[in-house]
């Protein structure tokens, strides 16, 4: 019997990490959608394919997502509502802003795009299995547009 201790490779601690936090499609659904109220979003779209497995698209009319976190809101234990430990006692949203969206990307494609209110235009980030891409211009008037595709693709059965 081996009794040697290994640290498991990123990509399997992201996978196990997203199989704590997307059961199935709705989960998914669920934390988009905690995260356009949390941005204040008065109208919120949903758009589902085949149950959610083909696609998911979540857009909202909130405040948006500043271009400067865009390449980094996916990286995992990364959010705007927390900077202490004492930030959970008073937390009075309902999900971190990023909170689920590093496990999302380790187990599907995604593209967003976000409309910053302070910012003069909208900008775009796509992450796959080869990474994410750079940032760049794109047309939507206010809020932010996530779309997840092919959940589970890269999971063993």
């Known amino acids: 019997m081996n009794h040697e201790l290994n640290r498991l490779p990123q990509d399997v601690v992201n ?3 997203a199989g704590e936090v997307i ?3 709705a989960s998914v ?3 988009l959608l905690d995260n356009a109220i949390d941005a204040e979003a008065k109208k919120i779209t949903i758009k589902v394919k085949q149950g959610g497995m083909e696609s998911i698209e979540v857009s909202d009319d909130g405040y948006g997502i500043p271009k400067r976190n865009l390449s980094s809101i996916f990286d995992a234990h990364t959010t705007s509502k927390l ?10 949203s309902m999900g971190f802003r990023g909170e689920a969206l590093s ?3 380790s187990v599907a494609r995604v593209n967003l795009v ?5 910012e003069d235009f ?4 796509s992450f796959s299995s080869d990474g994410k891409s750079s940032i760049k211009s794109a047309a939507k008037e206010r809020g932010t547009t ?12």
Request: cysteine-free; hydrophobic content about 40%.
């Open 15 to 17: 996978q196990i990490a």
């Open 23 to 25: 059961e199935r499609p």
């Open 29 to 31: 659904v669920k934390e």
């Open 83 to 92: 900077k202490t430990l004492e930030d959970l006692n008073s937390l009075l």
């Open 103 to 105: 496990t999302i990307t």
């Open 114 to 118: 976000s409309k910053y209110m302070e």
């Open 122 to 125: 909208a900008n775009e980030i």
């Open 146 to 157: 996530i779309k997840v595709e092919n959940l589970f693709y890269n999971i063993p059965a």
